[in-house]
T-cell receptor, first 111, second 115 residues
Framework: SQQGEEDPQALSIQEGENATMNCSYKTSINNLQWYRQNSGRGLVHLILIRSNEREKHSGRLRVTLDTSKKSSSLLITASRAADTASYFCATDSGGYNKLIFGAGTRLAVHP | GAGVSQSPSNKVTEKGKDVELRCDPISGHTALYWYRQSLGQGLEFLIYFQGNSAPDKSGLPSDRFSAERTGGSVSTLTIQRTQQEDSAVYLC?????????????FGPGTRLTVL
């Protein structure tokens, strides 16, 4: 069963705009990670936020974590066409660091 | 350095046949994971290896699925008597060791189609 749920399921924006994706989860976690997937194949790790952190930045990415609400958000600023991909949140609450993924958000950035 | 590799990249098989999917993790990575992704869905955990042992097989959907890892490196996922619902992308990931704070490095996946 899926732990995380992302919304929106799909997001379409213009280049230069910001994109915000949200993720909710159900159980306690050690960390939450965001991954990107192009063309339905391999995933690329974007950022990891630990359960005792509230916000983290990496380049144009900003991730927030609210453990009281069991939710996280991923913000991509100044989006580019190359950001077009599916974005997944994943939590490690399954033990052995196995990741529990949500269904993902499909982001389309139009030139 | 080399990333996680998987073979074949695509596999088409007939219902009832057995298939073997291979994963070569990053050298030195002791933790290895198999996931399955059905069309338009997120990833579903299948099995975890630490070295050659599999302490967590909880995600294997049926006894038709098995996996092994030899020499603490290459892993093979075997699906016996394939069914159409087995069609999916099978992804392998590795990480340096078990830790709550290690990212996982994913291979490109094997797209399995069962006709």
């Amino acid at each position: 069963s899926q732990q995380g749920e992302e919304d929106p399921q799909a997001l379409s924006i213009q280049e230069g705009e910001n994109a915000t994706m949200n993720c909710s989860y159900k159980t306690s976690i050690n960390n939450l990670q965001w991954y990107r997937q192009n063309s339905g194949r391999g995933l690329v790790h974007l950022i990891l936020i630990r359960s005792n952190e509230r916000e983290k930045h990496s380049g144009r990415l900003r991730v927030t974590l609210d453990t009281s609400k069991k939710s996280s958000s991923l913000l991509i600023t100044a989006s580019r066409a190359a950001d077009t991909a599916s974005y997944f949140c994943a939590t490690d609450s399954g033990g052995y660091n196995k990741l529990i993924f949500g269904a993902g958000t499909r982001l389309a950035v139009h030139p | 350095g080399a990333g996680v590799s998987q073979s074949p990249s695509n596999k088409v098989t007939e219902k009832g046949k057995d298939v073997e999917l291979r994963c070569d993790p990053i050298s030195g990575h002791t933790a290895l994971y198999w996931y399955r992704q059905s069309l338009g869905q997120g990833l579903e955990f299948l099995i975890y290896f630490q070295g050659n042992s599999a302490p967590d097989k909880s995600g294997l959907p049926s006894d038709r699925f098995s996996a092994e890892r030899t020499g603490g490196s290459v892993s093979t996922l075997t699906i016996q008597r394939t069914q159409q619902e087995d069609s999916a992308v099978y992804l392998c990931a590795s990480s340096p060791r078990y830790s709550s704070y290690n990212e996982q490095f994913f291979g490109p996946g094997t797209r399995l189609t069962v006709l």
